[in-house]
């Protein structure tokens, strides 16, 4: 009700206002009145003693009119100057009369500029009979890129104000005229783009030339004033009351009408002679403001309220989720200080967390508070960071640092979270035994076959060692049964080294010796199927990795590319060195993959074999353990032909890089 009252009140006190500058406007006759008769709206002139006695003197006063200005009287005495001079000057009894002879002259009539008044000293000046205005006319056909051409009128303006006169932005290379008529002729000689001079002089000159058009902004205004010698301040004091108590305003729109189509010089009215008007004006237009300004901010408050409501709500939602998730998130500043955690984290800790930093408050080795420390600082300065994984006693996480920037795109605080990823780990450690085992179980007949080759050498040389007693041949035969032991126990050990439970542990290979022992595992299977094979290494590659992420993954690609392959097929290994990264490309020559599934192979449980032959799971476990690698996996394959795979991986050799593969 009270909001009504206060409306209801600013609304009639606003219509009072209004209606009160209204008649005082109409009484003070500033509202205009265009039909009414000029001499009507002059006020009366009073002169002095002084002032009578030269108008007893003086039949009439000469007035000369400065070249600039005589294309605006006729010689038959019409004109806007006549007419205009006789409205001023009639309704206080003075006669006035215009020439263009300054000597026979009492006065003079000139556009009047710094330049007039440091020149012409000695002189008084009246106010203001009418006003010049400067115009910017351009070429109806003028280039529409590139600097332009144009003549402009001397005198008028200073060099630096000329320069600064754009059109469209673009330079105006200007040359001077020293009257409207010159700058006219010029123009047209020199075919020039712009005009620049006063507009009704121009305008006259151009006659009925319509190549140029004159644009409304105004470039210069000017004063037209009367010349008065010092000495006769009598005459300056008629000539200056008469011109003061013209209503000039109105007496220049008229003559302008009449005589040059409304394009004539006019009189801006700036005085401040209705000053109460004028604050009334003010103060009517400041309490509008005020009343629009208390509306808005009414609704604006309203609106805020609402926000401030949804805000609230919408912060007890997003506490709720940051307390409801699994995940231990915390809130810190940007060097790692906690501001707030949730329920999760809390129960994680089980410690006093407030203003402390967050590597400070997990029970976790030095060296992984160093690489948590690391990542919140690459975090607070926008540098992109990775996970980190750490062991703790029983449990392991992995690590990620999120920049939370404000509205303005700065970062201004991290979220910390951390995620318990052991049941995952456990679970992928037994996939990648259980896959071992697979492959164990397919390589077992060739292994069994590989071992029983050497079993018949050793039985052969113990039938040779009871029944000969030559020395020398007894001494080659425990040689050879040696021999045979040594290749046992290799091809052995290469299967209790590839089947044993991964520990992911790093340790440092020669990367080609490496793969030949994987091979001994598969030389039963290629030489069964009569495949040949090739391993290529340019140079010895001798780096620091998990060696059973590698030997599953080239297990895996050996034994796709070996059931790949028909009888008589070839597997090309090629191991090739690089500056920070080596490369193995695993290369058979058999059915290839199509390249509408060539996207698919990688996914669990996809498999072309069938349910007899395959899982589905080795391509996604070279997948993952190259992605756990940091390396990358990439497979070109054309049906008919053959594939290959190409396996990157980092090199890494010194002993900072064995710490951060053993984390």
Request: hydrophobic content about 40%.
């Amino acid at each position: 009700m009270k909001n009504k009252i206060s409306q209801s009140f600013f609304l009639v006190v606003i219509v009072i206002l209004v209606a009160v500058i209204f008649l005082y406007g109409a009484a003070n006759g500033d509202i205009r009145d265009f039909g009414s008769n000029s001499s009507d709206r002059s006020k009366p002139v009073e002169f002095n003693s002084q002032e009578r006695a030269y108008l007893k003197q003086h039949d009439s006063i000469k007035i000369y009119v400065d070249t600039d200005l005589q294309f605006m009287m006729n010689e038959d005495g019409t004109g806007f100057l006549w007419n205009y001079m006789r409205d001023i000057f009639e309704p206080a009894g003075v006669n006035v009369a215009l020439t263009d002879n300054i000597s026979e002259a009492d006065c003079r009539m000139m556009i009047i500029n710094d330049r007039i008044r440091r020149t012409n000293m000695g002189f008084d000046y009246t106010s203001p009979v009418f006003q010049v205005d400067g115009a910017f006319f351009i070429r109806k056909d003028a280039p529409s890129e590139g600097n332009l051409k144009g003549v402009i009128l001397a005198g008028r303006l200073k060099a630096d104000d000329i320069n600064d006169i754009k059109y469209d932005g673009r330079q105006i290379e200007f040359i001077k005229a020293s009257t409207a008529e010159e700058v006219v002729v010029a123009a047209v000689k020199n075919n020039a783009d712009v005009i620049v001079g006063d507009r009704t002089a121009i305008l006259a000159a151009l006659k009925n030339n319509s190549r140029y058009i004159a644009v409304e902004d105004t470039v210069y205004s000017m004063n037209t004033c009367l010349m008065v010698p010092e000495s006769e301040s009598g005459l300056y004091g008629i000539l200056n009351a008469c011109i003061c108590a013209a209503d000039r305003y109105h007496l220049t729109y008229e003559a302008s009408q009449k005589w040059f189509a409304g394009n004539g010089p006019r009189f801006m009215d700036d005085s401040y002679e209705n000053f109460y008007m004028l604050v009334l004006i003010i103060f009517a237009a400041v309490l509008i403001a005020f009343f629009i300004y208390y509306q808005a901010n009414k609704n604006l408050y309203h609106e805020l309220n609402d926000r401030m409501v949804k805000l609230a709500e919408s912060k007890q939602e997003l506490k709720t989720t940051f307390n409801g998730v699994k995940y231990y998130l915390a809130e810190t500043d940007l060097e790692g200080s906690i501001l707030d955690i949730n329920r999760a984290f809390y129960n994680f800790v089980n410690t006093d967390t407030v203003n402390r930093k967050v590597w400070d408050v997990i029970d976790i080795a030095e060296k992984y508070k160093a690489r948590i420390q690391k990542i919140v600082d690459d975090a607070g300065k926008g540098i992109e960071t990775h996970s980190i994984e750490i062991r703790l006693k029983r449990q392991t996480i992995v690590i990620d640092v999120f920049p939370i920037e404000n509205v303005r795109g700065s970062v201004e605080k991290l979220l910390f979270m951390a995620m318990d990823v052991t049941n995952e780990r456990m679970a992928e450690r037994q996939l990648l035994q259980d896959n071992k085992m697979i492959a164990v179980g397919q390589l077992a007949a060739g292994v069994a076959h590989e071992i029983r080759n050497p079993l018949g050498i050793i039985r052969n040389y113990c039938y040779v060692l009871k029944n000969m007693d030559d020395d020398s041949v007894r001494e080659k035969a425990v040689e050879q049964i040696e021999k045979a032991v040594e290749n046992s126990g290799a091809i052995i050990n290469s299967l209790l080294n590839f089947s044993r439970v991964s520990t992911k542990s790093g340790e440092t290979i020669n990367v080609e010796e490496h793969i030949w022992s994987l091979i001994q595992l598969n030389y039963n299977i290629l030489k069964k199927k009569n495949i040949d094979l090739e391993v290529e290494c340019d140079e010895d590659v001798v780096t620091f990795l998990a060696v059973e992420s590698l030997d599953m993954i080239l297990i895996n690609l050996i034994s796709n590319a070996t059931d790949a392959m028909s009888d008589n097929g070839k597997l090309t290994i090629r191991v090739v060195r690089y500056t920070d990264s080596f490369e193995i490309n695993v290369e058979d020559t058999g059915t290839g993959i199509e390249e509408d599934i060539l996207q698919e192979i990688f996914n669990p449980f996809f498999t072309t074999k069938g349910n007899k032959k395959g899982n589905g799971l080795g391509l996604y476990i070279v997948y993952n353990e190259t992605n756990k690698m940091n390396g990358n996996i990439e497979v070109e394959s054309k049906v008919g032909e053959g594939t290959r795979f190409r396996l990157t991986l980092p090199l890494i050799e010194d002993t900072a890089g064995k710490e951060g593969r053993n984390d």
